[in-house]
Structure formats: structure tokens, C-alpha cells
């Protein structure tokens, strides 16, 4: 399987908690990081979507924000991955930045140059990405929607 999706996360779903027209669902990953998706109640069963099921969280380099420094705000973002700057490269316009989770995952991120210039990307740098739940997508092996 291609996908343009920069980041995908290989894990098990540890908990699934269902709403009226949602449902959360957090996979672990072999590392012990957590990630955290909303799909439709639809996609829950379409997928079959249970605690101890496989599955992969898939999102894009573009729906990360990039958090440095000593963090005095708490943030709405359900994914909160912390680590450290791994690499990254600069282009014309963007910087493309590679985040090193403790888990031993890695998470890509585009941001501005000129972001990266404020944020004093470097290797090494701690920092932690934040992403959305409703930006993860789900996907389990073998099947298809």
C-alpha cells in the first residue's frame, strides 16, 4: 500500500469510548505512544474497530503544529507528542521537520520558514507535537471502506 500521508502510527487499540454520532479511539503504539482519532460510529463498525485490533493512524505533515520551548498553555489538541528534533530541511518557503518521539516514533511536520526561524529549529531541539483527533484517519489491515 502508497499513501501520501507523511506519518503513520502501527499500534493496537487500547480503549474505544462511543458517542452518539462519534467515537474516540486511542491505539498504542509499540513504543508506548498514544494516539487519538474521532471517526463516525459508521466507520467504527465498517472497520470493526475494538479494543486489541491492529490498526494504523495515518495523518498529514501539514495538520501538525510544532510547540518548543518551555510550554505554559494547555491545548485543546487530544495528540500531545513529545521528543526531540530530529533533522530537518529548509526549502525556499517551508521546513520540513522530523520529531523523534520517546516512543521511537517519528512525526513530520511543514512548517514556515520563518516559523522555524522563531521556533530556533534545531537538532536536538525538545519539542512536542500537537494534532487534532478529527485529524487522524484509521485504517485496519485488510480491509477497505
Not at 84 to 92: A, P, Y
Not at 109 to 132: C, F, H, S
Amino acid at each position: 500500500m502508497k499513501i501520501s500521508a507523511h506519518n503513520s502510527f502501527k499500534g493496537k487499540i487500547t480503549n474505544v469510548v462511543h458517542g452518539a454520532v462519534n467515537a474516540e479511539v486511542e491505539i498504542t503504539t509499540p513504543g508506548g505512544d498514544k494516539i487519538v482519532a474521532i471517526v463516525t460510529q459508521e466507520s467504527l463498525k465498517s472497520l470493526d474497530l475494538k479494543a486489541g485490533k491492529e490498526a494504523i493512524a495515518f495523518f498529514k505533515a501539514p495538520w501538525v503544529m510544532l510547540v518548543t520551548g518551555d510550554i505554559k498553555i494547555r491545548f485543546s489538541a487530544r495528540n500531545q507528542l513529545a521528543g526531540q528534533i530530529k533533522s530537518f530541511t529548509r526549502g525556499s518557503v517551508n521546513t520540513e521537520v522530523r520529531l523523534l518521539l520517546r516512543g521511537g516514533g517519528m512525526v513530520y511536520t511543514i512548517i514556515t520558514n520563518e516559523t522555524a526561524d522563531e521556533l530556533g529549529i534545531k537538532d536536538g531541539l525538545p519539542a512536542t507535537a500537537l494534532i487534532k483527533a478529527n485529524s487522524i484517519i484509521l485504517g485496519v489491515p485488510g480491509s477497505s471502506v
